[in-house]
């Protein structure tokens, strides 16, 4: 039998890849990681979810939005707020991510290879530092994990200073006054959203006609109805055709129904692209789809049966907290321990859109379509002491239940805090509970939790 060099070798150091590493060391096994020096930790840590949910942090600190309640729409912290203002804290937690990284890696005695990697042969990669010479690696088990890209549109002129995309807004050196954001899935509304915290206008153009169609309409309803408040226009259901920069130096989006939409910068975020079109995935005997997906079965098995895929290489859901946990069940199946996948029906989504949204469970949308009669319970953060104390009287958290066996269905919350207190929803359909359950609990006062108290009870008296 041929001698490998390592039990696994993992392509991308992502969520997926270092959950997929770190399993397999933990069960004895020689591993290795490959990534690029400057991308330790993925498109999470560089580009994706940690600055930007670092970014809303600082926009939301500096602006004082929270406090504006209290203290008036005019109360800033800081009344200048640059781009370097905001980069500065992404900066410092992106070095302690990355150190945490490192670290985990280390401890677990996983070997960190540096360079970017491609197919040989089934077995066997080679790795291609920036600066010396490429070397070969060969490992029993493979587990691409090497995540996604910005999607490139020809027609859309990127330049990183006012024409940019998601992965090059955490360094853009300029905050325009105003922005077209070109597609309104939740990258870009979490961006719009929060950029209109800081006053910059915001004009929304996608070609679907709704926004986030798996998110329950209450919800986006109040998301476009705060948006709006704070400068935003939507152009739903058009179609850019493409960009400029005119005369003055504005960016000017043409759109297919003949209008023009003016702005400072224009940010680009329809779609990512996966990276497997750089693995030379066919020296392998693997293919992958147009955007570069690679088709995975229940384990995160490819069709090479020593090689297994995990995180956005895979496609849908494309998040950190999913991709986490596929890396780290591919590499418990790939050495014979199964544990159980979480129910998909279970998965929780958190959108950091300024105000927040989370769900989990089944929306009304999909009762209905199911012909399932449902009975709701709404609680407002206005009718909550810790609500009141936050200075947030718009959140609101919405439960959907059986109105026969008083089921949980489903729980759909927007405002501070609502990704967190999703989970206790998560906790309670995952056992099969009802929303008895929150009726009888003594929650913490004031916390915002006490809202499941609330919509339970409003939930019953509607029975
Ligand atoms: C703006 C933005 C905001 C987001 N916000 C959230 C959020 O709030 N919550 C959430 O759960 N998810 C969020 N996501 C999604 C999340 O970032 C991804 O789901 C997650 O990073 C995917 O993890 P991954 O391990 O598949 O790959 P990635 O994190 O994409 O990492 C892949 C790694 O593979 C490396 N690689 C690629 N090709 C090679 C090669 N040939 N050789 C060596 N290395 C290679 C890359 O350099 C990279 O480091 C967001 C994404 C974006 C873009």
Known sequence: ???????????????????GAIAAAKLGKRVAVIDRREMTGGVCVHTGTIPSKTLREAILYLSGFRQRTFYGKDYVVSDRISARDLAHRVQRVIEREVEVVHHQLRRNGVTSLIGSALFADAHTLEVTPETSHSFRVTGEHILIACGTRSASTPGIPLDGEFIFDADQLPDVPELPRDLIVVGAGV????????????DIKVTIIDQRPALLDFVDREMIEALSYHMRRRGATFRLGETVTRVERDVQGRVVAHLESGKKVHGGALLYTVGRQANSDLLDLPAAGLSADSRGRIPVDEYFRTSAPHIYAAGDVIGFPSLASSSSEQGRL????????????ANAELLPYGIYTVPEMSMVGRTEQQLTAAKVPYEVGVAKYEELA????????T??????????????????AIGDGAAELIHIAQAVLAFGGTIEYFRDTVFNYPTLAEAYKVAALAGLNRL
């Open 1 to 19: 039998m041929a001698e490998f060099q390592y039990d696994l070798v993992v392509i991308g150091s992502g969520p997926a890849g270092q959950k």
């Open 187 to 198: 990258i870009g509304l979490e961006y719009a959203s929060m950029l209109t915290a800081l």
């Open 330 to 341: 591919a590499s418990n199946h790939m050495f014979g321990v199964n544990h159980r996948r």
């Open 386 to 393: 810790k609500g009141q104390i936050l200075g947030d009287e």
């Open 395 to 412: 959140g609101l958290l919405k439960m959907l239940f059986d109105p026969e066996k008083l089921t949980l269905y489903g729980v759909h």
